[in-house]
C-alpha cells in the first residue's frame, strides 16, 4: 500500500471526509482492521481565505507547493489536494513534487463519461464557478460545463463559506441548493458536479433529479485504487 499523502484543511470539515473516506474504503478493500497510509498536512484555513480573498493566487500556489515537497520528503507516495477551489493552482503543486498529483477533475470527469453525460452544471465556491481553470479542465476531457447565473452563485458562496466550513448544515440552505440544481437542469445540465468538498455535507443524490457527482467521494476512491494498486 503507497501513502496518500494529503494537503488539507481547506477546509477541515471536507477534510475530515477525505480522511474517512480513505480509511473506509482501504478496509473495505482488504479487510479486517485495514486502515490506509495517510501523511496529513491541515493548514489554518484562515490564512488561504485571506490569500482567495486577496487574489493572491501565487502566493497561495507557493505556500501549498512548500506543503506538498514537505509531505514528498516525509514520505508521502502520492498527492492529494482536499480541495476543488485550490487547484486553480495545482501547477505550482505539480512542479514542486516528483510524485503524482492526482487532479480531482480528472476523476470526475471521468465517472462523468462513464455515465455517457455531456453536460454538467458546477456548483462551487465563486472561484470554481467564475474562473476558467475548472471548466477547462472539464471542457479538455469532453465534458460540457454550466454554473448557476449571478444570483445564484452568490448564495452557493455565501452558504459554503458562511455556514459549511464552519460545520452549519440547514434544511434552508439544502432547499436553496435544492432550487438552483433544478435551475441548472432547467439550462440543460445532464449532471450536477458537486465542486467544492464541503458541499457534499450538505447535498446528496436525493437532492437532484439527474446524476450527482461528489467529488470527494471520487476524488478518494481514485486515489485509493492507486494506492492499492
Not at 445564484?152 to 460545520?167: C, F, M, N, Q, S
Request: hydrophobic share 45%; proline share 2%.
Amino acid at each position: 500500500m503507497r501513502t496518500i499523502g494529503m494537503l488539507g484543511g481547506m477546509s477541515w470539515e471536507s477534510t475530515a471526509e477525505y480522511y474517512r473516506l480513505a480509511n473506509e474504503l482501504v478496509r473495505d478493500r482488504l479487510g479486517g482492521v485495514h486502515s490506509a497510509r495517510l501523511l496529513l498536512d491541515s493548514m489554518d484555513f484562515a490564512d488561504m481565505e485571506r490569500l482567495q480573498s486577496a487574489g493572491l493566487w501565487k502566493e497561495a500556489g507557493d505556500l501549498l507547493a512548500a506543503k506538498a515537497s514537505a509531505l514528498e520528503a516525509a514520505g508521502a507516495e502520492l498527492l492529494l489536494l482536499c480541495t476543488n477551489t485550490m487547484h486553480l493552482v495545482v501547477d505550482a503543486i505539480e512542479q514542486a513534487v516528483e510524485i503524482p498529483v492526482l487532479h480531482i477533475l480528472d476523476a470526475t470527469s471521468a465517472r462523468v463519461r462513464q455515465e455517457g453525460l455531456g453536460r454538467v452544471g458546477v456548483l462551487g465556491t465563486a472561484f470554481t464557478m467564475e474562473h476558467d481553470f475548472y471548466r477547462d479542465r472539464l471542457a479538455a476531457s469532453g465534458v460540457d460545463a454550466t454554473v448557476p447565473e449571478r444570483q445564484d452563485r452568490a448564495t452557493v458562496h455565501r452558504i459554503i463559506y458562511e455556514e459549511l466550513v464552519r460545520g452549519v448544515v440547514t434544511d434552508a440552505s439544502r432547499a436553496q441548493y435544492r432550487a438552483i440544481i433544478d435551475r441548472l437542469v432547467a439550462d440543460g445540465a445532464e449532471g450536477i458536479v458537486l465542486g467544492c468538498t464541503e458541499i457534499e455535507l450538505l447535498v446528496t443524490a436525493e437532492d437532484s433529479p439527474v446524476p450527482v457527482f461528489p467529488t470527494t467521494r471520487i476524488h478518494v476512491e481514485a486515489a485509493v485504487e492507486m494506492a492499492l494498486s
